[in-house]
């Protein structure tokens, strides 16, 4: 466990280092994806193309699962998911929230299934390097981290995002208007492995989004298991692309209570 730990850390530093360069050069949208605002740069295929090559030359019977298209089935039973780019829209903008997210996980790619075994997400504007291993503890640049304490839900700093569809973003705008009234407020960072990487070190209460890939969450719902917090579904389904929440395990039910009249199963 420890081996393949360091070949994740290594590998994700290397591809942030790689991200930061290309964004000090400049960066262009290479191409649009599900509508014109969900975008992909050259930058995020070059970044997810090294991830690919260094884990195929160490790990060649494993999978991989990428953002930008990679999809390797592996015969040792072990997965890396990863998102070259988490936070792209900001990377275009050279806003400095964007990260490298590569999770292992055991077991098939499907985050209702899998058994989360390391993970790493790095700001690669900042250089913040969070990780954990399971059972291992969470950290952000090798110091420990930990969820804050819990809080009641009218004095949480709850993190969220939205989708890149126009209707489905205006139906998510409308449960943060309705849920903005009940929490302190509410932080729209724009990378979902960097909200969750906020939970785990305590700079968020809880996040919570509706349409993650499984990229966007493979590796930062580790930190936030192993930093002590939970992640939780939709009317007890397994977190996963159509909701996920993390937060301490002692608020989950109140924000989820606060969610529960709200049209989340319809966005
Ligand atoms: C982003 C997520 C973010 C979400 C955005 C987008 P990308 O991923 O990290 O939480 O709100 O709509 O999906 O596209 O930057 O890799």
């Given at each position: 466990?420890?081996?393949?730990?360091?070949?994740?850390?290594?590998?994700?530093?290397?591809?942030?280092?790689?991200?930061?360069?290309?964004?000090?050069?400049?960066?262009?949208?290479?191409?649009?994806?599900?509508?014109?605002?969900?975008?992909?740069?050259?930058?995020?295929?070059?970044?997810?193309?090294?991830?690919?090559?260094?884990?195929?030359?160490?790990?060649?019977?494993?999978?991989?699962?990428?953002?930008?298209?990679?999809?390797?089935?592996?015969?040792?039973?072990?997965?890396?998911?990863?998102?070259?780019?988490?936070?792209?829209?900001?990377?275009?903008?050279?806003?400095?929230?964007?990260?490298?997210?590569?999770?292992?996980?055991?077991?098939?790619?499907?985050?209702?299934?899998?058994?989360?075994?390391?993970?790493?997400?790095?700001?690669?504007?900042?250089?913040?390097?969070?990780?954990a291993t399971?059972g291992g503890g969470a950290t952000?640049?090798?110091?420990p981290i930990r969820?804050?304490?819990?809080?009641?839900?009218?004095?949480?700093?709850?993190?969220?995002?939205?989708?890149?569809?126009?209707?489905?973003?205006?139906?998510?705008?409308?449960?943060?208007?309705?849920?903005?009234?009940?929490?302190?407020?509410?932080?729209?960072?724009?990378?979902?492995?960097?909200?969750?990487?906020?939970?785990?070190?305590?700079?968020?209460?809880?996040?919570?989004?509706?349409?993650?890939?499984?990229?966007?969450?493979?590796?930062?719902?580790?930190?936030?298991?192993e930093a002590?917090?939970?992640?939780?579904?939709?009317?007890?389904?397994?977190?996963?692309?159509?909701?996920?929440?993390?937060?301490?395990?002692?608020?989950?039910?109140?924000?989820?209570?606060?969610?529960?009249?709200?049209?989340?199963?319809?966005?």
């Amino acid at each position: 466990m420890r081996e393949l730990h360091d070949l994740n850390v290594s590998i994700a530093v290397e591809a942030a280092e790689l991200a930061r360069a290309r964004r000090r050069v400049g960066v262009a949208v290479a191409a649009s994806k599900s509508s014109l605002v969900d975008i992909v740069t050259e930058a995020d295929r070059e970044v997810e193309r090294l991830v690919v090559e260094r884990l195929r030359t160490a790990r060649p019977d494993d999978g991989i699962l990428g953002e930008e298209g990679t999809s390797i089935p592996g015969t040792s039973g072990l997965t890396w998911v990863i998102d070259p780019i988490d936070g792209t829209v900001n990377y275009l903008y050279d806003i400095p929230a964007y990260a490298v997210s590569i999770g292992l996980v055991e077991g098939e790619p499907d985050p209702s299934t899998w058994q989360p075994l390391s993970g790493v997400v790095v700001n690669a504007a900042t250089s913040e390097r969070f990780e954990a291993t399971r059972g291992g503890g969470a950290t952000l640049d090798g110091r420990p981290i930990r969820v804050a304490d819990a809080v009641p839900a009218a004095t949480a700093l709850v993190g969220t995002g939205f989708g890149y569809d126009a209707g489905r973003r205006q139906r998510q705008a409308a449960i943060v208007q309705e849920l903005i009234g009940s929490v302190r407020d509410i932080r729209r960072i724009g990378a979902a492995a960097l909200d969750l990487a906020n939970v785990a070190s305590g700079r968020l209460n809880a996040y919570y989004e509706i349409g993650l890939q499984p990229w966007d969450f493979a590796a930062g719902a580790l930190l936030v298991e192993e930093a002590g917090g939970s992640l939780h579904g939709w009317q007890g389904e397994a977190p996963g692309s159509r909701f996920l929440l993390a937060a301490h395990p002692q608020m989950a039910a109140e924000l989820l209570e606060l969610l529960a009249p709200l049209p989340v199963g319809d966005v």
